[in-house]
């Protein structure tokens, strides 16, 4: 490496949390080093999650070779949504804080929010946290499937269901960082659809990755390998899912007027070739003067997109 300025890229999902090192060259050459992955912590006090990532960062310029003085930077993509607390973002995110949902959702804890901006501010010169999906859709405009246009949203279906948004080439982000929250559009009466935000029936709580399991009996990978062999049964819930799923792509694309979506994110990224279709079907053709023009892609970024979300944030 050919500078003595470095900086950390940290991804907080429901599910896992991962940090990175980059340096100046990062950015053309799409290249982070060392990355550091860990079960997202969910037990202790509200403040566990800042003191994670606070060893991670300081694990990683460990491994390589730096002391963390050389972190000018930290860039932080993380599900949400967030709370603002004496102008510092907090998170409170239904698949980490267990307060939200009550006992019902079995997270071990009873936070209502959990402090991240503050703890990591104290610690690091530069600090900047943004919605996972507004990381993802800066690089997936800068580097990935929608540069160069002007309307445009990134949409991850994983864990949870998140959303960036840009119209007339400006990234949305509204009162406290939270727009683009699709996720918790109400859409279904579903009973067994408790959302960790807790709310029953929205877009999470009936689609997403942690929701599969908990209605229909058996994980996302499980489901979608059965569909791709036919099993009706399986056939069927995944007809239901895509209904939903691409009903809530359209919703999008007619309220926002877009050009393209990008889609990631663990449930859609490894049977994308046999979603993209069910999906594109509940857009094609209906009201062909707000769709036509709109296509849905694969994230261009790939399984990348996550690590770079946090890196544009760094480099926006």
Request: proline share 3%; hydrophobic share 45%.
């Amino acid at each position: 490496m050919n500078t003595s300025v470095f900086h950390a890229c940290v991804d907080i999902g429901g599910t896992k949390v991962a940090v990175s090192i980059a340096d100046s060259q990062s950015p053309s050459s799409l290249q982070l080093y060392v990355r550091r992955t860990e079960p997202t912590i969910k037990e202790g006090s509200s403040d566990a999650l800042a003191q994670q990532i606070i060893r991670m960062v300081s694990a990683a310029c460990a491994e390589q070779g730096i002391t963390e003085q050389q972190i000018a930077s930290v860039g932080v993509s993380s599900c949400g949504p967030f709370v603002m607390r004496a102008g510092q973002v907090e998170l409170a995110a239904p698949n980490i804080c267990g307060g939200l949902g009550g006992k019902a959702r079995g997270l071990p804890n009873d936070w209502m929010s959990a402090p991240l901006q503050a703890p990591l501010t104290a610690r690091y010169a530069q600090v900047r946290v943004e919605n996972d999906a507004v990381g993802a859709l800066e690089a997936e405009r800068r580097w990935g499937a929608l540069k160069g246009l002007a309307n445009t949203a990134y949409v991850t279906w994983s864990t949870g269901i998140g959303v960036g948004l840009c119209v007339d080439g400006r990234v949305l982000h509204g009162k406290n960082g939270n727009a683009g929250h699709a996720g918790h559009m109400f859409v279904s009466d579903h009973p067994d659809a408790l959302c960790g935000c807790g709310n029953y029936g929205d877009l999470e709580a009936v689609v997403a990755g942690n929701a599969i399991p908990r209605r229909l009996g058996r994980d996302a990978a499980a489901l979608l390998d059965a569909a791709r062999t036919g099993q009706a049964l399986a056939v069927a819930q995944v007809d239901e899912l895509c209904t939903v799923m691409g009903r809530a792509l359209y919703n999008l694309i007619v309220t926002l007027d877009l050009q393209r979506i990008s889609l990631g994110g663990s449930v859609f990224w490894h049977h994308q070739d046999f979603l993209l279709p069910k999906l594109r079907a509940q857009i094609t053709g209906k009201l062909s003067a707000l769709t036509e023009g709109c296509d849905i892609v694969p994230a261009g970024l790939g399984l990348q997109v996550g690590d770079l979300a946090a890196l544009a944030l760094i480099e926006a």
